[in-house]
């Protein structure tokens, strides 16, 4: 069994996504052009964010919002300790300081009810904050409304760190066009994944279009016009026609991953009402798109189950085994054990179980058998 199976997938799809790609060989306009802006108009339309930019990952998405909205030396960016390391690398690039705010236990998300005092607590210290990312864990949506209305009371931009949630929902609303700015990720095992790297950013502000447009290609507005410091930071085309082609399946996809979800809670519900495991919560009002399907293991030690499972076969993967503020390149910060009290408890309880459009019943049912076995005994 595979924890994500990228090879069901492609033979699904494969005359459709062949096509594509020798569409593109064949017109030899590999960089940026048609496919790019193509995805672009379909991926505006499909979350509702008025513009939409290709790049080359959603970590230099990351980068090039960031850098749009003037992040860097002297300022602050608070975002959730409990995330990919990504989230914290664009900040700290930059020259800018990263700074935390815990997660709500059942989302794993930033928690909105913490984030005022944070901000008032780092300007007590003379800091100057510039904004906020937010991460939509797992598929499911942060509390962007709440996140929002904090954040414009204080001035501060918010990006949404979509690189995740592609296809979720929130309050009738669409993942990528639920804040100022909005970064997806392509990689390949995302919900919606390239057959490489590639990203997007979404924005409902023209003039930061204009300028990330711009930042994509060293800055340039035209004819070597370097307006701003950029990156090469360009979605291909090559990327951009696999998408299109797998664009087109992905509201099937994204059902298949509902069922999926729903075909796990049904199995494992037994073993969560035994206080075993703590099952995903997804908020009312949210549709998760379930990049990943996460559960606590709250009696046993976390790694010792993962071990188990993978002698019976079961892969898994641990999303994310240290909170953010531990890791090697924030250590000069001096965080403190037990001041991400949530977020520490995610790091030792999560496990991520095998979570695809193409997993099959039989499939789903042995995750669940081996889990019994491992656990119940
Ligand atoms: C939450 C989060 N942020 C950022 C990234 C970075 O995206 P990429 O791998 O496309 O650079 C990822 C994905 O890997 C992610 O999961």
């Known amino acids: ?37 193509a995805l672009e108009r379909e991926l505006s339309s499909f979350t509702g964010a008025p513009f939409a930019v290709g790049v080359s990952s959603g970590t230099d998405g990351l980068l090039l919002s960031l850098m ?13 300790p409990f995330s990919f390391f990504a989230t914290v690398e664009a900040i700290m690039l930059l020259g800018a300081e990263p700074a935390f705010c815990d997660i709500e236990r059942e989302s794993f998300n930033l928690d909105p009810h913490l984030l005022e005092d944070r901000i008032n607590e780092l300007e007590g210290l003379g800091k100057k904050v510039s904004g906020v990312i937010a991460v939509s864990l797992y598929g499911q949506c942060a509390d962007m409304d709440a996140i929002n209305r904090i954040s414009k009371k204080r001035g501060l931009f918010v990006i949404e760190d979509a690189c995740q949630s ?54 340039d507005t035209g004819r070597y016009n370097h307006r701003y410091l950029g990156l090469n930071a360009r979605l291909d085309a090559i990327q951009a026609a696999v998408l299109r082609a797998k664009l087109r399946h992905f509201e099937k996809e994204i059902a298949l991953r509902q069922e ?39 009696e046993k030690d976390r790694d010792q189950v993962a071990m188990a499972l993978s002698e019976l076969g079961i892969p898994t993967a641990i999303h994310y085994p240290r909170p953010l503020p531990f890791l090697e390149p924030l250590k000069r910060y001096g965080f403190r054990r037990g001041e991400f009290p949530v977020a520490e408890e995610a790091a030792r309880q999560v496990l991520s179980l095998p979570m695809h459009a193409f997993i099959e019943e039989r499939e789903q049912e042995e995750v669940a058998r081996a889990l019994f076995k491992v656990l119940d005994r």
């Open 1 to 37: 069994m595979n924890f994500i199976d990228l090879k069901r997938q492609y033979e699904a799809y494969r005359e459709e996504i062949d096509q594509a790609v020798l569409g593109v060989m064949a017109s030899t306009r590999f960089i940026l052009g048609r496919e790019v802006e």
């Open 68 to 80: 749009a909205l003037g992040a860097g030396k002297d300022t602050v960016v608070v975002t959730t």
């Open 166 to 219: 592609l296809g979720a929902s929130y309050k009738g609303r669409m993942s990528g066009n639920l804040s100022l700015l909005s970064v997806t990720s392509f990689f390949p095992s995302k919900p919606l994944g390239c057959f490489g790297d590639g990203g997007m950013v979404f924005s409902q502000d023209e003039g930061l279009f204009e300028k990330i447009k711009a930042m994509r290609v060293h800055g």
């Open 260 to 298: 999926a979800a729903d075909r796990y809670m049904d199995l494992l519900s037994p073993l969560e009402r035994k206080g075993m495991i703590g099952l995903p919560h997804i908020k009312k009002g949210c549709r998760s798109i379930f990049a990943q399907f996460t559960i606590r293991i709250l």
